[in-house]
RNA sequence: GUACAGGUAGCCGAGUGGUCUAAGGCAUCUGGUUGCAACCCAGAAUUUUCGCAGGUUCAAAUCCUGUCCUGUAUUCCA
């Protein structure tokens, strides 16, 4: 039974869907005018783990995963005409690189993925049914404003009262709001500023109301589950259910996931302080499955730190799980995961409980460790149970690689290339024939000069990069 | 100021009243294996300890109170 911390809450709760059998989650994806950092790569990667374990209890076809692109906001206007770019051609450029990062994690795409621009008649018309029970106004300088004051319940997700946010209030108040809490829903737009044709005048979507629509109209107004990073909590987050329960009168969802930050050696990652790492870089030093399962080691919500040497340690505890499914080929495998074995039952009891996946991944540890006992002596059971520490891993999207790929690394990069490592293994077992442990040594030593580590077996000596 | 997250052994990181003599990983050590290594296997130590100080309890990392520290939000941010 999936448990899940639900923020509105505060609590674990049961999960139960709206609909039996059927699951609706929305998050809050991108705002497209920069690539994606490490802080993006974790809510991709957290929210791809939590659909694939929903789709694997509910059924695939069950499940729907929506993840939007906000395409129209003020850092993409500012950015478009630092670039002296077209906003269009700047969005298009960030989402196909976003494209490429989320696929080289192993991140799925999501079932929908709405762009804020193409939901703009559902966003007016939400406005519109604001304005129309008086929640909404229309102030002095032609922006239409949230009158929170009107939404009984505002501050139930961030656990904020009204009077404690006003009062610890730092932002210069906007004087065409009646109240400093108001926020925006439509902005005048200003001249050379893209801008839609709306009953208020030119001008475009605040922030907020574009999730508010774009979840609406693709799942409907009351649905299960909304994730997002741990920043937009508030007030992002609690202004999409004043927007939605505003004008429909009921729950907007019912359970709130978060995500924690990612912080980079203990700081704050920010572009001042030069520690701001975005995935393609990081991918330049470490295969993406790295990056994931440093991801996956924690808990979603912990706060994460970002090191080279907790990569490093990633690499090391993924290079222990490989080096057990070597040699173990299950490509004409196709039973299915036994679910009722007992390290299937750990791995979802550990999945049930909010999706705890740093202990899921010690069951596939004490699965490697029972495959590499097994490879002495049983063949068959051997296979067999490295095809299930695939399936199970597959729930995370780890160890989806071939195990020799894997360990040998990309030969791309300058360095030896795989038929001179042959080579040079080649000579060595030569001069291991002849005893002569000297060239052996060196061989040894020229490889590892190179990054090549070598493994005797019986069956011969096979290598890995470092 | 207020709110919300966190503070666990060398490091990473699970664990929310008894099975904790704190999962798992990384690093370290010993033994087996090996020509020597690496990988792997078996085992060990790092800790009478879970930010600190009190308290509740037969029993606390886990509950309560206080306190310190870090981060986030309150302003765009995953």
Redesign the pocket.
Same mark, same amino acid.
């Given at each position: 039974m999936l448990h899940i911390?639900n923020?509105l809450s505060?609590k674990k709760e049961l999960f139960t869907p709206i609909h039996p059998g059927k699951v609706n989650m929305y998050v809050?994806?991108?705002?497209v005018y920069d690539f994606c950092?490490?802080?993006?790569a974790?809510?991709l990667v957290v929210f791809d783990v939590i659909t694939r374990y929903l789709r694997k209890i509910y059924g695939s076809e069950n499940v729907t995963y929506v993840r939007n692109i906000?395409d129209i906001?003020?850092?993409i206007i500012a950015r478009a005409i630092e670039n002296g770019e077209d906003i269009n051609s700047l969005t298009n450029r960030f989402i196909e690189a976003m494209h490429e990062d989320a696929d080289a994690l192993g991140v799925k795409r999501p079932d929908i993925e709405p762009r804020a621009t193409e939901h703009m008649d559902e966003i007016l018309k939400m406005i519109q049914t604001l304005i129309d029970k008086g929640m909404a106004y229309q102030g002095d300088n032609g922006d239409v404003y949230y009158q929170v004051s009107k939404f009984e319940t505002y501050g139930q997700l961030?656990?904020?009262?009204l009077d $404690?946010?006003?009062?610890? &209030?730092?932002?210069e108040v906007e004087q065409s709001k009646r109240d400093?809490?108001d926020?925006v829903l439509w902005k005048m737009a200003k001249p050379d500023e893209p801008s839609w044709d709306s009953p208020w005048g030119e001008g475009r979507p605040g922030?907020h109301i574009e999730c508010s629509a774009m979840s609406v109209s693709c799942l409907g107004d009351h649905f299960d589950i909304h994730g997002?990073?741990?920043?937009?909590?508030?007030?992002?987050h609690e202004n999409e259910i004043a927007q939605s329960e505003g004008c429909t009168g009921h729950k907007f969802v019912n359970y709130w996931i978060?995500?924690?930050?990612?912080?980079v050696d203990?700081?704050?990652?920010?572009k001042s302080l030069g520690n701001f790492f975005i995935i393609r870089d990081v991918l330049k030093s470490y295969a993406p499955e790295v990056i994931r399962y440093?991801i996956l080691?924690?808990?979603?919500?912990?706060?994460?730190?970002y090191?080279d040497?907790?990569l $490093?340690?990633?690499k090391? &505890?993924l290079?222990?799980l490989y080096?057990?499914l070597?040699n173990i080929d299950v490509s004409d495998m196709n039973d299915s995961l036994i679910e009722d074995s007992d390290y299937a039952q750990r791995f979802f009891k550990?999945m049930d409980?909010?999706f705890?996946t740093?202990?899921a991944?010690?069951v596939?540890?004490?699965m490697?460790?029972?495959?590499?006992?097994l490879?002495?002596k049983d063949d068959e059971q051997a296979k067999a149970l490295g095809f299930q520490l695939k399936k199970l891993a597959e729930l995370l999207g780890l160890l989806e690689n071939d195990a020799q790929q894997f360990l040998q690394g990309s030969t791309s990069e300058g360095g030896l290339s795989d038929d001179e490592i042959n080579d040079l293994i080649e000579q060595?077992a030569a001069a291991?024939q002849e005893?002569n442990?000297?060239e052996?040594?060196r061989i040894?030593d020229v490889l590892d000069a190179e990054d090549i580590?070598?493994?005797?077996?019986p069956e011969g000596?096979r290598w890995?990069r470092k």
């Open positions: 911390q923020t505060g809050c994806g991108m705002t950092h490490i802080g993006h974790r809510v906000t906001d003020d850092k961030a656990k904020k009262n $404690d946010l006003q009062s610890g &209030s730092r932002v400093p809490m926020f922030w997002g990073g741990l920043d937009l909590k508030f007030p992002h978060h995500n924690g930050f990612v912080r203990d700081e704050k990652m920010s440093f080691n924690s808990h979603y919500m912990s706060p994460l730190n090191s040497e907790n $490093d340690k990633a090391a &505890s290079t222990t080096q057990s070597l550990a409980d909010d705890n740093p202990m991944i010690s596939l540890f004490d490697s460790h029972e495959l590499n006992r490879k002495e060595r291991k005893k442990w000297s052996c040594d040894r580590l070598l493994e005797d077996t000596t890995r």
